[in-house]
């Protein structure tokens, strides 16, 4: 290794080591503004959203009570995945997160397609939230226009992502707080109605109802199976806090407590409420394009309860929706820091906000407002399709790099996580399994292939940027040496065990508001 290699990498490493304490702004430029208890709220918030409120009702018409299990395992599943990107945020924690670190491990070429896609990801999922924001305004006003409320939405949120992130944070951890409140408060009244039998639904209240309107598989498991893709996708936006990485005060101390919050997240918020929720009221009573939460409190006879549920919801929708501005303007300036996206988004405003990022993708999630107008009935599906199989390819990019990391890892040839993934391998190659699964599950589902029709569109979208960008700044796509190489004859990036020394990563620069 030359002297100016090593001379790098101690220069990054001692950024990194500021970075891990907090101290100052991150080595990308933002301003550690995100602290624990922001931090914990925006790893809950961007998971209970709108794939739990509104897409559970279509869920649970197609598989019955056996919806929880279906919960049950993709939560087991999603742990794995999050532990895997806990190793790799304690390796590096930062803000790139996993377009970093495929770029790291695997190449070029997959950090600009992670990178590209989990942006496109946020996007489709704004318009996701935004048009369920919308639905939920039906309720207190039918003649409203689906999508006016649509557009409405859009705006004010965009606002909200102008200020700076300490009081992004602030405004996201309450806006989580309202959700997780009311969450505990429905599993609180419902455990009332079952055992108490207070309110219309207490002579009928039972947990016997969770197997007794046709059995606990009530369309078999093919149909339970067939409820993955949209239970895979209640779950996208968990894997939010790696992006917050250059953002969290002390992120070697703050991500790993987000992380370890996981199984007792989804044991909650998902199992434990629907358990409430389907024993409360028969599955068959939902309709699939209502929230299960609201019709629950309706049949109990608390229709001001009901409305309050309501109300909740849209706070639900809208906090992911804040949360999707928060993370597209990031990853685009990401990949602008890198060469493989356009310069302009490496701006940062006075206040350390990638406000040209934020700005670009929010008009493209008004395409949504057009797509309500259209299509206000199918909007919901084709987007939740989409936006399935773009964040699951972010799931898929963190596997891959830890396991490639942590052969690296044990080999001597980077540091050892302080967080390491548990039981991996196995758990890493279980999870991939799953994912592939799901995958193929969305083949045979009719309303859900339209993602996999749209993916090649993508790809070969992609694959042309790639190449055009490629051809004007060769530099940016060239492999790259690992930040935290510890021994002569490491691999570069995407070639691990091949014992080419790597090239050191060269600074690049930050343009910086007025």
Do not use: C
């Amino acid at each position: 290794m030359t002297s100016e290699q090593v001379a790098d990498h101690a220069a990054e490493a001692a950024a990194a080591e500021q970075d891990g304490s907090g101290q100052g702004a991150s080595e990308e430029g933002y301003q550690r503004g995100l602290g624990n208890r922001q931090i914990q709220m925006i790893a809950i918030g961007g998971a209970i959203g709108t794939g739990l409120f509104l897409g559970a009702g279509k869920a649970i018409t197609k598989a019955g009570p056996s919806l929880i299990l279906a919960y049950a395992a993709a939560g087991l599943v999603i742990f794995f995945i999050m532990r895997a990107l806990g190793e790799l945020l304690m390796y590096r924690p930062v803000s790139g997160s996993f377009s970093e670190y495929a770029r790291e491990f695997l190449g070029p070429f997959w950090g600009f397609v992670t990178g590209w896609t989990y942006w496109l990801f946020w996007v489709v999922t704004g318009i996701t939230e935004v048009t369920a924001a919308a639905t939920y305004v039906h309720y207190w006003n039918k003649d409203i226009p689906q999508w006016l409320s649509a557009l409405v939405f859009t705006v004010i949120l965009f606002g909200v992502n102008l200020i700076s992130v300490k009081l992004f944070g602030e405004l996201e951890f309450w806006f989580s707080m309202v959700k997780v409140t009311a969450i505990i408060g429905m599993i609180l009244i419902g455990l009332g109605v079952i055992t108490l039998g207070f309110s219309d639904a207490g002579d009928t209240a039972s947990f016997t109802n969770l197997w007794s309107h046709g059995g606990f598989f009530p369309h078999g498991i093919r149909g339970t199976l067939m409820t993955l893709q949209i239970v895979m996708f209640a779950f996208l936006a968990v894997e939010l806090v790696g992006v917050t990485a250059g953002e969290a005060t002390n992120p070697k101390k703050v991500l790993p407590k987000a992380i370890n919050t996981v199984p007792w997240r989804i044991a909650v918020f998902y199992i434990g409420a629907l358990i409430i929720i389907l024993s409360v009221v028969p599955w068959t009573v939902f309709l699939p394009d209502t929230s299960p939460f609201v019709a629950a409190f309706a049949k109990i006879g608390l229709p001001a309860g009901a409305g309050i549920i309501n109300f909740v919801v849209l706070t639900a929708a809208l906090s992911s929706a804040n949360s999707g501005m928060y993370s597209t303007g990031r990853m685009l300036r990401d990949l602008s820091r890198n060469g493989q996206g356009p310069k302009v988004f490496n701006y940062l405003s006075k206040n350390g906000l990638p406000t040209r990022g934020t700005a670009v993708s929010v008009a493209l999630m008004l395409v949504g407002v057009w797509i309500n107008y259209q299509w206000p009935g199918e909007a919901f599906n084709y987007v939740v399709s989409f936006a399935t199989i773009s964040g699951m390819w972010a799931w898929i990019m963190i596997l891959i790099s830890q396991l490639r990391y942590r052969r690296m890892a044990d080999r001597g040839l980077l540091p050892q996580s302080s967080f390491r993934a548990i039981g991996a391998p196995w758990t890493s190659l279980f999870a991939l399994a799953f994912i592939a699964m799901v995958i193929v599950l969305m083949g045979i589902d009719k309303e859900a292939r339209v993602s996999l029709y749209a993916a090649p569109v993508w790809a070969a979208i992609l694959v042309i940027g790639y190449f055009v960008l490629k051809a004007r700044n060769p530099q940016a796509f060239e492999r790259k040496g690992h930040p935290g190489l510890i021994t002569q004859g490491a691999a570069p990036a995407g070639d691990a065990g091949t014992g080419k020394p790597g090239k050191p990563e060269k600074p690049g620069k930050t343009e910086k508001g007025d």
